[in-house]
């Protein structure tokens, strides 16, 4: 299985190097040459099977024999042992027809934890294979830094360091990041906000000189392996639902479009998905380019759901490619004209987006409602990203139709401030992570500028110190 580049204008890479690659060389993103698809029987046959034997299923097409069946299934199966609880995303009915998809079962509980865990093993795998080391490094709204960094600490051939937005994440993110005390996983809190901080990591993947001198790897959901990691969670509910007998729909909340992506990815192998639907907070660039045909950006205003506190959404270049019937020089002048002016019309493939997706965004107050509704209704307690989606389910999908799954992102646990203010109690962190607010801090603290992150990011690594 060969990638190639949204773009069109970067080498094929194959499943190995897809790994360790991140953004492509000519700025754009890698997606698989053909969509591997799955019978009805192996879907039908994922009911009721271990998370990781379906993990192996899904991902092992995309991968070209490159790695087995079995080597995922036993990484698959290692990646999730350290989650807490058994089916690793347990589904949860919250409404006769609308269930909650768990995803934050992981060490920093968010779903972010699904594809990082076991995107930390293939790396590896791939590095030791190799011979080589790799420098990490992205950009995180919240959750991808602490994710990245839980799955990487202590990695014999990565290093890892993470960007995040200067007093923009929770107390309880940001420590994520900072009090792992391994010498290889490194935070590092930027003067600006979270596009600011995802602008410089462009930028490095585009500094080709200093993404060799460092040998540059991605790990945010411009990681194809990420979303690939992501599909199996969508074929693991449809499954418990009835597919491929009857279909299911999906509301998803999204920040870069990586998880929904994956969501579509799985549609295009064969899952019945009949929406999928994507849930916003006021920072609602989606929603409103489904409206208008029109995807223009705007500033970015702090929401008690920061994961989601995004205006450029990375992986909706993936869709597009895709939407446009893999037009890369159609690619090339919607992503320059998103450079120059700030945004771009959609063209014709506005009518194809209105058919495969729905979009709503939930305002702070909407959020607080769904929150104590959903709550009184059932005793369920939904994080504020959560709640977003249950929101954009109620509003998009009412209550009929196929059986709705509303993934559940976040733990609340993680934004114990929002969830005091709205529900006046503060959710508790689970027995292992008890001593994650008195552990000592280490971070340092950079100006948005691209010189002084590349020359901090150079000065840490193991693998130019190997080079020189
Ligand atoms: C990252 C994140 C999202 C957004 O996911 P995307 O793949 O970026 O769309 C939503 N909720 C939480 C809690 C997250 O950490």
Not at 26 to 48: C, H, M, N, Q, R
Not at 54 to 62: C, K, R, T, W, Y
Not at 112 to 123: E, G, I, S, Y
């Amino acid at each position: 299985m060969n990638y190639i580049s949204t773009r069109g204008e970067a080498p094929l890479l194959g499943f190995e190097d897809v790994v360790l690659a991140g953004l492509a060389r000519d700025g754009g993103l890698y997606v698989p040459e053909t969509w591997p698809t799955l019978s009805p029987e192996k879907i039908a046959s994922f009911a009721g099977m271990p998370f990781a034997d379906v993990a192996a299923e899904v991902i092992a097409p995309f991968t070209g024999g490159a790695i087995t069946r079995d080597e995922l299934r036993a990484m698959a199966a290692d990646a999730y042992s350290g989650f807490g609880h058994s089916a690793v995303t347990p589904l949860v009915q919250i409404g006769p027809n609308r269930f909650v998809l768990e995803l934050f079962h992981g060490p920093t509980l968010a779903f972010k934890d699904v594809a990082m865990q076991l995107l930390a093993r293939l790396m590896e795998r791939v590095l030791a294979a190799r011979g080589q080391r790799a420098t990490i490094v992205g950009a995180t709204s919240g959750d991808t830094g602490g994710a990245a960094i839980e799955a990487f600490r202590g990695s014999p051939h990565v290093d890892v360091a993470i960007l995040f937005p200067e007093g923009r994440v929770s107390d309880v993110q940001r420590r994520m990041m900072t009090t792992p005390t391994e010498g290889n996983v490194h935070a590092i809190s930027v003067r600006g906000n979270f596009d600011d901080c995802q602008s410089l990591v462009k930028a490095m993947f585009n500094d080709h000189g200093f993404r060799d001198r460092i040998s540059l790897a991605g790990v945010n959901s411009i990681n194809w392996a990420r979303i690939a990691a992501q599909v199996t969670y969508y074929f693991v509910a449809g499954a418990a639902l009835g597919a491929p007998f009857r279909p299911v729909s999906f509301v998803v909340p999204t920040g870069n479009f990586g998880d929904i992506f994956a969501g579509y990815v799985a549609k295009r192998m064969g899952l019945p998905i009949e929406k999928l639907v994507i849930a916003s907070n006021v920072n609602d660039i989606l929603p409103r380019t489904l409206d208008n045909g029109a995807y223009q950006m705007r500033g970015v205003v702090a929401t008690s759901s920061p994961s989601m506190d995004i205006q450029i959404s990375s992986n909706f270049e993936r869709y597009l490619f895709e939407a446009s019937g893999r037009d890369a020089p159609f690619i090339r002048a919607k992503m320059s004209a998103l450079r120059e002016t700030g945004g771009f019309d959609l063209g014709p493939v506005k009518d194809a987006m209105r058919r495969e997706f729905g979009a709503s965004a939930a305002s702070e107050q909407d959020v607080a409602e769904a929150i104590m509704r959903t709550r009184a209704a059932t005793g369920y307690v939904a994080d504020p990203h959560t709640a977003c989606a249950i929101v954009a389910a109620e509003r998009v999908l009412g209550e009929g139709g196929a059986p709705q799954v509303v993934l559940s992102t976040a733990h609340p646990a993680k934004f114990p401030d929002a969830m005091e203010d709205i529900t006046g109690e503060r959710p508790g962190l689970p027995p292992r992570l008890s001593t994650l607010m008195t552990d000592k801090e280490r971070f340092t603290t950079i100006d948005n500028d691209i010189a002084a992150a590349e020359a901090h990011v150079e000065a840490l690594t193991r693998a130019t110190a190997e080079r020189t």
